[in-house]
């Protein structure tokens, strides 16, 4: 299955690579972007190198900072693949573009995000007008620490009541732990803490929120309360009601699909990169590539062992040999 798996992305990436104006890639210290240019390298053939292009920051500011991925992770794999590699370095004065920013988006958005793949878009668009990203494959192959919390949330409900309780007011005492790497870590086993009790279903939707009810009740004046007064999480019930019969994580992978890439991820990178007139392609959401994983890839195969699981396993097993090992 993996030597299919590579070999359909392989075909995925080709086909939309097909172009008459130059092209590029989105390169970060992951699998997916990682996977993407490695299959682009092997398409062209050493005809000529890929452009490749990087968001990453003043050592100045990594002091200290353990969540920033490290640059020289995109840095060896491009000179590796013998890529044109770009690195964009955000400084301090990328405050100054948020006005912009916010008009080409024209809705309320909270993903910084937004930022690098702007100036992304706007960097490459000096040499390419198409760039491949790797949005997508997290939907697809369950990339998300959130689809791991959800099986350690199954057993967890298994514990005595009397532990969780314990439990869960130690995990609600702990410091956010920001700058470190264990600060999404800790985010979430306070959200599962705080939905233990809940259906699978609701403690999904739960932990894809930032605000609780009592946060929002807080956030908005009452006029807006009011607006906002229906369930938030009609759409989401209504999508895992269309795919109940299905193995929960692919009802979470569903949703994410349909709701939280859509409403998301290709929104933004749409956005920002039609803010430079660039083409953003995304070969993991090729329909024949997509397709074949949905129904032919198993959920074990996507997010494979029981107390650390691994995302994306096999994926990682089809590009192991295109890639390296620090990938």
């Not at 996507?302 to 590009?319: E, N």
């Amino acid at each position: 299955m993996a030597d299919e798996i590579r070999a359909r992305f392989g075909a995925s990436v080709e086909r939309q690579m097909v172009s008459d104006v130059p092209i590029g890639a989105f390169l970060s210290a992951g699998l997916d972007s990682s996977s993407i240019v490695a299959a682009m390298v092997a398409a062209v053939a050493q005809k000529q190198p890929v452009r490749t292009y990087t968001i990453t920051f003043p050592e100045k500011y990594r002091v200290g900072e353990t969540t920033i991925d490290d640059p020289g992770v995109p840095q060896r794999l491009a000179r590796k693949l013998g890529c044109e590699h770009h690195e964009i370095v955000v400084e301090p004065d990328v405050v100054d573009l948020l006005p912009s920013l916010t008009w080409h988006m024209d809705e309320p958005t909270a993903d910084p995000a937004i930022i690098t793949a702007y100036l992304v878009c706007r960097e490459a668009r000096k040499q390419a007008t198409v760039l491949l990203s790797g949005v997508g494959g997290d939907e697809i192959f369950a990339g998300y620490r959130k689809h791991v919390a959800q099986g350690w949330a199954e057993k967890y409900r298994r514990v005595p009541s009397f532990f969780r309780t314990a439990a869960e007011r130690a995990l609600l005492g702990l410091p956010s732990l920001r700058g470190t790497r264990m600060k999404g870590s800790v985010r979430l086993a306070k959200k599962m803490a705080r939905s233990a009790a809940l259906s699978p279903v609701d403690a999904f939707i739960r932990n894809c929120t930032y605000l609780d009810a009592r946060e929002k009740t807080e956030l908005y004046a009452l006029k807006s309360q009011q607006m906002v007064s229906g369930n938030p999480a009609s759409q989401h019930l209504a999508a895992f009601d269309k795919v109940r019969h299905a193995d929960f994580l692919n009802q979470m992978l569903y949703l994410d699909t349909k709701i939280f890439m859509t409403t998301l991820n290709l929104t933004y990178n749409d956005k920002m990169s039609m803010a430079s007139s660039v083409e953003v392609r995304v070969p993991f959401l090729d329909r024949e590539f997509a397709e074949f994983v949905a129904w032919n890839v198993r959920p074990e195969w996507k997010l494979q062992g029981r107390w650390r699981p691994v995302t994306k396993h096999i994926f990682r097993r089809a590009m192991h040999s295109m890639l390296q090992e620090e990938v």
